[in-house]
């Protein structure tokens, strides 16, 4: 029996479909909080938003999917996508309302207000909301003084803040402390952000003149997880 060769479109499509249905995939409720925070790919963000939003539409009280989409639409906003810092907070503050207790919504909620300050023309508009913002994580960290995440939401708020508005102090200060508590939990969050945390720390001392715990800090960052973008970036500096 003679056998009919496939056309090149078909071919085409059948190797596609192959190579689809054999890639690596993380399922949308597999992913870590810690990943998503330290994530700005807004395809793969854009890709949570979409899945959470179904989730909710069943059960509108999910806190896991509450979460991610605080996450994914902070980090969005803080790419400078015009108006989803405004439709972050929008979400955040019902969400806030409904888990008053949540330190990295409040977090979250906050560090969006400040990008309302960031992308605002008028300078007094600016100064409100980052103002306010600032306030909303400063009272998250006292709500949880040993949340990982919520610190890294501080620290990294702090860092892009201009020093009018003196917060570049909390930075160092809450790595210093995630550092601590890493110590005690080590689980507390994945490998590859604890990496981040010490490379950041290494940047820090390094500014300072510290060169010996800065490169205390970038050994760290390469030891916990050597194929993370931040122990690439760190053993670079070793």
């Given at each position: 029996?003679?056998?009919k060769?496939?056309?090149?479109?078909?071919?085409?499509i059948?190797?596609?479909?192959?190579?689809?249905?054999?890639?690596?995939?993380?399922?949308?409720?597999?992913?870590?909080f810690?990943?998503?925070?330290?994530t700005?790919?807004?395809?793969?963000?854009?890709?949570?938003?979409?899945?959470?939003?179904k989730?909710?539409?069943?059960?509108?009280?999910?806190?896991?999917?509450?979460?991610?989409?605080?996450?994914?639409?902070h980090?969005?906003?803080?790419?400078?996508?015009k108006?989803?810092?405004k439709?972050?907070?929008k979400?955040?503050?019902?969400?806030?309302?409904?888990?008053?207790?949540?330190?990295?919504?409040?977090?979250?909620?906050?560090?969006?207000?400040?990008?309302?300050?960031?992308?605002?023309?008028?300078?007094?508009?600016?100064?409100?909301?980052?103002?306010?913002?600032?306030?909303?994580?400063?009272?998250?960290?006292?709500m949880?003084p040993?949340?990982?995440?919520?610190?890294?939401?501080?620290?990294?708020?702090?860092?892009?803040?201009?020093?009018?508005?003196?917060?570049?102090?909390?930075?160092?200060?809450?790595?210093?402390?995630?550092?601590?508590?890493?110590?005690?939990?080590?689980?507390?969050?994945?490998?590859?952000?604890?990496?981040?945390?010490?490379?950041?720390?290494?940047?820090?001392?390094?500014?300072?003149?510290?060169?010996?715990?800065?490169?205390?800090?970038?050994?760290?960052?390469v030891?916990?997880?050597?194929?993370?973008?931040?122990?690439?970036?760190?053993?670079?500096r070793?």
């Amino acid at each position: 029996m003679a056998i009919k060769l496939l056309d090149k479109k078909t071919a085409y499509i059948i190797i596609g479909l192959f190579f689809l249905l054999n890639l690596p995939t993380v399922g949308y409720g597999e992913t870590d909080f810690g990943i998503l925070l330290g994530t700005d790919d807004k395809g793969e963000l854009n890709r949570v938003i979409d899945e959470t939003e179904k989730v909710l539409e069943k059960n509108p009280k999910d806190i896991d999917s509450i979460t991610k989409r605080g996450i994914a639409y902070h980090n969005i906003a803080h790419s400078k996508v015009k108006g989803v810092a405004k439709t972050c907070v929008k979400y955040l503050k019902k969400d806030t309302k409904a888990y008053p207790d949540d330190a990295l919504l409040l977090a979250l909620l906050g560090s969006c207000t400040t990008m309302i300050g960031r992308d605002a023309k008028a300078i007094d508009k600016k100064m409100r909301s980052v103002n306010k913002g600032t306030g909303l994580i400063d009272r998250a960290i006292m709500m949880a003084p040993d949340h990982v995440l919520a610190r890294m939401v501080r620290a990294n708020n702090s860092s892009g803040i201009t020093k009018l508005f003196k917060r570049r102090k909390f930075t160092k200060i809450d790595l210093l402390h995630i550092d601590k508590v890493l110590k005690k939990s080590p689980e507390a969050i994945n490998k590859a952000t604890q990496a981040q945390v010490y490379y950041k720390l290494g940047k820090i001392f390094y500014s300072e003149g510290d060169k010996a715990m800065s490169q205390s800090y970038y050994k760290k960052a390469v030891a916990v997880s050597p194929d993370s973008i931040w122990a690439k970036r760190a053993s670079k500096r070793i």
